[in-house]
């Protein structure tokens, strides 16, 4: 028998170190190096990090507490960080602070306006001193990320609502809620469409025609409808935990219908491959041949759904929260923030409290770009030269 090395040029001796790599790497291996040429993919996937990285340390991010408010400092307008400090004599120093500004009223209309006081500057400062809180319910801590020399002193870099409270560390502190809520609805999901699309594929007949007509019902329901009757069948006097866990749930029994269609797909693909027959004729039961050779086959496919399934999560638990049947105060999602900015005055006195929806759209776009490039990485051997 040749040698294979012989057979195949691209393991000959004198074949290029990327070819010979190429050639003898792992599947993993090469959806990496798939994934990495899609930019946009990898622009969102760092994106998705950094969204991530602000919910697990969203205490110490936030300069202020969330839930505090100052009725002096209602829909008090944004202030810019500056780092430049100059003095009076025209001397500068590397001091970052913020201008602040003063409460007037119009002498007509009595109307409340902000105007800047340029003899006042409140000094901030890095990993300084601030508000008490416990990272994670853990532990207590005082440092914030950026917060104020003088202890009295407020700013607000993203302005402030109508009581007063920092819009910069709510919408800091709701995305905790909202990126999370897609994490652990799609794993609710993600189980229960492995089993019922697992099941539908492998097994076929009756039992794939079962699962695949309540899956048609599930899919010709109304959505919002259908999330609204069971949002608004939830008990008012939920706690805050209660409620969120119920909403996730609602939303992970109505988002598996379409990961259970690809799981079904793959399966119906794979059940009829060389590895799996010839697993079933040396004896091995159906569960090991599920679990240890047709699911590893599918889990970069189910990696790939999963990205695309984050975002319909966190964009239904917005418009749950934004129509008042999702989370509701004092829980701070971007979808709770946004109902609290649904009327007139909102937008006219604060139109910086729609910055959450920003975060919505920001947060989607990354997910779908990371999403794509998983797609396409999913068959790395169609997509990397060789």
């Known amino acids: ?18 070819a010979q790599d190429l050639a003898t790497a792992s599947q993993w291996r ?3 190096l798939s994934f990495r040429k899609h930019r946009l993919a990898v622009f969102g996937g760092v994106v998705v990090l950094i969204l991530y990285f602000i919910a697990a340390f969203a205490e110490f991010i936030a300069p202020f507490d969330p839930h505090k408010f100052n009725s002096r400092s209602v829909y008090h307008p944004p202030q810019m960080l500056r780092f430049v400090d100059v003095g009076e004599d025209g001397g500068w120093a590397i001091r970052p602070h913020v201008r602040a500004m003063k409460l007037v009223r119009d002498p007509e209309t009595l109307a409340a306006n902000y105007e800047p006081d340029p003899e006042t500057k409140i000094y901030v400062r890095f990993f300084g001193k601030g508000d008490p809180y416990e990272l994670w319910g853990l532990f207590p801590m005082e440092r914030h990320l950026i917060a104020p020399v003088n202890a009295g002193d407020r700013f ?7 009581l007063g409270r920092d819009v910069l560390s709510r919408t800091i502190a709701g995305t905790r809620l909202s990126m999370s809520i897609g994490l652990v609805g799609v794993a609710l999901s993600l189980v229960i469409g492995l089993i019922l699309g697992g099941v539908s594929g492998y097994f076929g007949g009756r039992i794939d025609a079962l699962i695949q007509r309540v899956i048609e019902v599930m899919i010709a329901l109304p959505t919002i ?6 949002s608004a ?14 909403i996730t749930v609602i939303l992970s029994l109505v988002g598996w219908t379409e990961l259970a269609r690809v799981v079904r797909g793959r399966f119906l693909s794979l059940r009829t491959e060389d590895f799996v027959v010839a697993a079933r004729l040396d004896g091995t039961s159906q569960t090991r ?61 604060g139109p910086w409290l729609f910055a959450p929806g920003i975060l919505v759209l920001i947060a ?23």
């Open 1 to 18: 028998m040749a040698n294979a090395s012989t057979d195949d040029p691209t393991l000959a001796p004198g074949a290029p170190a990327d």
């Open 289 to 349: 041949v599920i679990f240890r050779h047709i699911m590893p086959s599918i889990f970069s496919h189910i990696i790939t759904a999963v990205s695309l399934a984050i975002p319909a999560m966190i964009l239904a638990e917005t418009a749950l929260s934004f129509l008042g049947l999702g989370l509701l105060p004092p829980a701070i999602s971007w979808g709770a923030l946004l109902f609290e900015a649904q009327n007139i005055r909102s937008i006219v006195a």
């Open 233 to 246: 069948a939830m008990p008012a006097d939920w706690s805050v935990v209660t409620r969120y866990f119920a």
């Open 225 to 230: 409808p259908l999330w609204m009757g069971l």
């Open 364 to 386: 989607v776009l990354a997910f779908n770009f990371l999403g794509d490039g998983l797609r396409d990485a999913a068959d790395p051997y169609a997509t990397v030269e060789r």
């Open 156 to 162: 607000f870099l993203l302005g402030a609502d109508r």
């Open 30 to 32: 090469l959806m990496w």
